[in-house]
C-alpha cells in the first residue's frame, strides 16, 4: 500500500494570471495532501515546476483578446502517475515546441525546454482552434 | 498571490532584496521594479537577493534576475542570490544558470566578500 492506489481528480476553467496560476499550484497542495506526499516531494516538485512553465505559457498565449472561451484545467492522479491536462483557444504552438535552451543572456524562451526534461512526456496537439497540451510524470 | 519585496541596506553597504512569494510570471514585475528603484536611487551597486522567502520559481522569475544582473553589471555592479530552495536549484541547475549567479546557502554568506 503506497500513494500509488491512490486517486485524485481536480478540474478548474479560468481566464486570469493570477488566479490561473495560483488555482494550479493549489491543485498540486491538493494532490500532495492527498496522495501523503511531503511539501518536498521531488518528483511532484519537478511536476509542479514543469506544470508552472506550461501552465504559465497558455495563461500568456492562449486567452487572445476577443475569445471568450476560458482556458481548461484538469489534474489527475492514478496509479502513480500523475496527468495535467490544459486547453487553450490560443495560435498553434507546433512552431515553438522543439525550442532548444537559450544562453545565459536571454531573459525569456526557457519554459517550454524546462518543461521537457521534467516530465515524462509533454503531449500537444491542435484540435479545430483549441491547443491542448498534456503533462505526464510517473511520481 | 502577488510578490512582496522588501529592500534594505546590508553594513558592509550591499543592497539586500527580499522577495516572498512565488517568483513566477505573475511576480517577475515586482522583482525588475524593485532592483530599478534601488539602482535609480542609489547607482549601479552590490546586490544579493534573498530567496528565503520564494517559494517557486519560474523561467520568468529567472529571467527577471538576469535582467537584473545585466543591469547591475553594466554598471560595474554584481549580483549573488542567498538561500534558494529545493526548487529553485533545481531551475538554476537545469537551466545551467547556477553557473551565472553564484549562490549561497545564507544572506551572511553571499554578503561576507562581496
Do not use: C
Request: zero cysteines; charged letters at 25%.
Amino acid at each position: 500500500m503506497g500513494s500509488d492506489r491512490k486517486t485524485f481528480e481536480f478540474h478548474a476553467t479560468f481566464s486570469e494570471l493570477d488566479e490561473g496560476l495560483d488555482i494550479m499550484h493549489l491543485s498540486i497542495q491538493r494532490l500532495r495532501k492527498a496522495v501523503g506526499r511531503g511539501d518536498d516531494d521531488g518528483p511532484l516538485l519537478l511536476f509542479e515546476t514543469a506544470l508552472g512553465e506550461i501552465g504559465g505559457n497558455v495563461l500568456t498565449h492562449g486567452n487572445p483578446p476577443g475569445v471568450e472561451r476560458p482556458i481548461e484545467y484538469e489534474l489527475r492522479f492514478d496509479r502513480g502517475v500523475v496527468v495535467a491536462s490544459l486547453s487553450d483557444s490560443g495560435l498553434p504552438a507546433h512552431d515553438h515546441l522543439s525550442r532548444d535552451m537559450p544562453d545565459h543572456e536571454s531573459e525569456s524562451g526557457r519554459g517550454l525546454a524546462i518543461a521537457r526534461s521534467l516530465l515524462d512526456d509533454l503531449g500537444y496537439e491542435r484540435d479545430g482552434d483549441v491547443n491542448r497540451w498534456r503533462l505526464v510524470k510517473r511520481l | 498571490m502577488a510578490l512582496e519585496v522588501e529592500t534594505r541596506q546590508a553594513d558592509n553597504g550591499v543592497t539586500v532584496v527580499a522577495p516572498t512569494g512565488r517568483l513566477d510570471l505573475a511576480g517577475a514585475p515586482a522583482l525588475k521594479e524593485a532592483i530599478s528603484e534601488a539602482v535609480k536611487k542609489d547607482g549601479p551597486q552590490r546586490v544579493v537577493i534573498d530567496m528565503e522567502g520564494v517559494s517557486f520559481v519560474d523561467s520568468t522569475g529567472l529571467g527577471s534576475v538576469i535582467a537584473a544582473l545585466k543591469q547591475l553589471r553594466s554598471g560595474q555592479g554584481d549580483l549573488r542570490l542567498a538561500a534558494p530552495n529545493q526548487q529553485a536549484r533545481v531551475v538554476l541547475e537545469l537551466t545551467t544558470l547556477d553557473q551565472v549567479f553564484p549562490y549561497y546557502a545564507t544572506v551572511e554568506e553571499a554578503l561576507t566578500g562581496f
